[in-house]
């Protein structure tokens, strides 16, 4: 399955962008089927941000956020929430690794993004996609070209041709680590399907995988829609007393914002726990910002101006922590600077290099 686009040739051509790597090296799950390039050992900057639809952000917000990564010069960049369709016209079998291109409209939406990616600094990118069959949710993973990921998978699973329901997962694994990037679906506000059962399947599910996955070191970023303590917000009592048109949930433990009931909390921290994780933010950062500290803002308007929650992170293995350099949210204020049209700031981390071991 093809999973990723060469740059637009020409602008305002009807043409479809090329795909690569090659089919047959994508559909065995194998990344590293590529043009010959300068090749780098493994990632040492990451970015992840939920860009809360990166078509509106690129139509909108790009020349501040191309300014801001060429500032930074990640080596990966995680997104969230892309909210692009999935390719495959109506009534037919999506395919979550393409963008939807069988409409006048869809075609225009796809060159937009494209166009936008293959400008500069993004032309120095391969692309991953894992897309939803609407405008909803969905990943993009962003990887420099001088890094080449053994294998790129889709699914906690690891089975190479599925896709998680709605694009939330992209893992690529490289030689001497593993970078995560996760959409972790909203917890809801009743015991239902689709809130609080799904996000409890979800956790189970990352505990699994992380437990499972301990033979090399991990990085798991992106928008994980929990603040596990109470320094992660900025209005504890507020978060813990919120309501939706007055439901209370049977169970205590599940009452308050999605994202801060503490149940999640729980659940969260001992995925940390049992999978001998850090959080890198928390790990630098000991004591509450309330400039800084948050990668959510609440609407400017309303009862949750000034209301804001951290729950974009890093989270690595134990064995990483002693080379985080530095790890930063880069928007502030409650008047959702840095934030560059999303309701999330970008969210970066920085390790140093591995030391080279002695030969025994």
């Known amino acids: ?76 960049i995680a997104v969230q929430e892309v909210r692009m369709p999935a390719a495959g016209s109506k009534g037919a079998p999506k395919i979550p690794g393409e963008l939807k291109d069988d409409t006048s409209s869809s075609r225009e939406e796809k060159q937009i993004l494209m166009r936008a990616l293959s400008s500069p600094p993004f032309g120095n990118y391969r692309v991953w996609w894992s897309l939803a069959d609407t405008k909803y949710a969905g990943t993009a993973l962003l990887v420099k070209k001088c890094l080449r990921p053994l294998k790129v998978y889709f699914s906690l699973d690891r089975t190479v041709s599925k896709h998680e329901p709605d694009g939330r997962v992209i893992l690529a694994e490289f030689e001497t680590l593993r970078v995560l990037n996760t959409y972790a679906p909203n917890n809801g506000w009743k015991e239902e399907e689709n809130s609080f059962q799904r996000r409890r399947k979800w956790d189970k599910r990352l505990l699994e995988f992380v437990v499972q996955s301990s033979d090399k070191p991990l990085i798991w970023c992106g928008d994980l829609n929990v603040s596990h303590e109470d320094i992660d917000v900025s209005h504890p009592e507020f978060f813990s007393a919120a309501k939706m048109n007055g439901y209370v949930p049977p169970n205590k433990e599940d009452c308050g914002q999605p994202g801060f009931t503490l149940s999640e909390r729980k659940r969260f921290g001992a995925i940390l726990k049992e999978g001998r994780l850090v959080d890198a933010y928390r790990y630098l950062h000991k004591e509450k910002d309330m400039e800084c500290g948050f990668s959510w803002s609440g609407n400017p308007v309303g009862k949750y101006r000034g209301k804001r929650m951290r729950i974009d992170y890093f989270v690595l293995s134990e064995k990483l922590k002693e080379r985080v350099a530095s790890c930063e949210m880069h928007g502030k204020g409650i008047e959702l600077e840095g934030f560059y049209g999303s309701d999330h700031c970008p969210v970066s981390l920085q390790l140093s290099e591995e030391e080279c071991k002695e030969a025994n």
Do not use: Y
């Open 1 to 76: 399955m093809k999973r990723f686009f060469k740059p637009i040739e020409k602008e305002g051509s009807a043409k479809k962008p090329a795909l690569s790597p090659s089919k047959q090296g994508v559909e065995n799950g194998d990344a590293q089927a590529q043009p010959e390039v300068d090749t780098k050992k493994e990632p040492l900057k990451f970015l992840t941000w939920n860009a809360n639809s990166l078509l509106l952000r690129v139509k909108n917000n790009w020349p501040e956020f191309s300014s801001f990564v060429s500032n930074f010069d990640p080596d990966i």
